[in-house]
């Protein structure tokens, strides 16, 4: 429970007194504005309501935000991770190799083993590599395997500041960062 309420802590800003909070909205939208969420905190009758941000809070609220959700492309890694929302409303991990021409990121589970394991190979030392041959024995490490694997390590990194990048972004610092379109 203590994680889950610093997850949130973290989220939250203040707009005119009040603690905002931004969220990115549980269904695909094709506008920006409409794929975040905002909510205000405010105590009615001894008992804590959220309720969704008015036009001008909104804007308060992403502008508040931006300082510490926001990051430029100069401070990830070459392969960044994120979360997105995908059909039928599904979170799905993507990543997106900034040195491609390719901008929108590819989902894990839609990419071949020997794709997932090159952006594993891209991201770890040169120790140790993952290839056909280590992997493949009794199927010791199939495909969601890998995406596991990749998805964890670039949330490791993370936390862990590596090199001084961004390796993985959630939900809303991946559309405040304009990696979700």
């Not at 390719?102 to 120790?127: A, P």
């Amino acid at each position: 429970q203590v994680e889950i309420k610093e997850y949130f802590d973290k989220k939250m800003v203040t707009v005119r007194g009040f603690k905002t909070i931004i969220l990115v909205n549980d269904k695909i939208s094709e506008s920006s504005e409409d794929r975040l969420k905002i909510y205000l905190q405010s105590d009615q009758d001894n008992k804590t309501i959220w309720t969704v941000a008015q036009p001008t809070d909104r804007i308060a609220a992403i502008k508040a935000a931006i300082p510490t959700s926001f990051v430029p492309p100069a401070k990830m890694t070459r392969l960044i991770g994120f979360m997105q929302v995908f059909r039928n409303n599904d979170v799905v991990f993507k990543t997106l190799d900034l040195q491609s021409k390719l901008k929108k990121g590819s989902r894990c589970g839609g990419e071949g083993k020997k794709d997932v394991m090159k952006k594993v190979n891209i991201i770890t030392s040169d120790n140790f590599q993952y290839n056909e041959e280590n992997t493949e024995d009794s199927n010791l490490i199939v495909k969601p395997g890998m995406c596991v694997i990749l998805e964890m390590l670039l949330r490791h990194y993370n936390k862990g500041a590596r090199d001084g990048l961004v390796w993985f972004l959630d939900l809303e610092r991946a559309v405040l960062s304009k990696l979700v379109k």
